[in-house]
């Protein structure tokens, strides 16, 4: 049963921007905090963003803060990431999940690639 689906991501030039969407059927997704993960060839996974279950707030990563919004919609189960003023070093596949991350609800993820 797939429980996250991302989407959202394609190849982009430097400075464009990129909107990811998860659309969540985990009721998990009620109570927990969700985050946007970052897997690049060669590197560990590493958290870009989250949100709290209210929505309230948002933390991000040093490399994310002042270019990238995570948002949440409680009522369509949904997280989404405006990525702005990419950079190549963005490039990677995009996962949403909980915070901290839990394996059973591995998603696909989305490719986000950023050409210079």
């Known amino acids: 049963q797939v429980q996250l689906v991302e989407s959202g991501g394609g190849l982009v030039q430097v400075g464009e921007s990129l909107r990811l969407s998860c659309l969540a059927s985990t009721r998990l997704f009620d109570i927990a905090t969700m985050a946007w993960y970052r897997q690049a060839p060669g590197n560990e996974r590493e958290l870009v963003a989250s949100?709290?279950?209210?929505?309230?707030?948002?933390q991000y990563s040093d490399s994310a803060k002042g270019r990238f919004t995570i948002s949440r919609d409680n009522v369509k189960k949904a997280v989404f990431l405006q990525m702005n003023n990419l950079k190549p070093e963005d490039s990677g596949i995009y996962y949403c999940?909980?915070?901290?991350?839990?394996?059973?609800?591995y998603g696909r993820g989305t490719q986000v690639t950023v050409s210079s």
């Open positions: 999940n909980t915070d901290p991350w839990r394996i059973a609800l």
């Open positions: 949100i709290s279950r209210g929505g309230t707030i948002p």
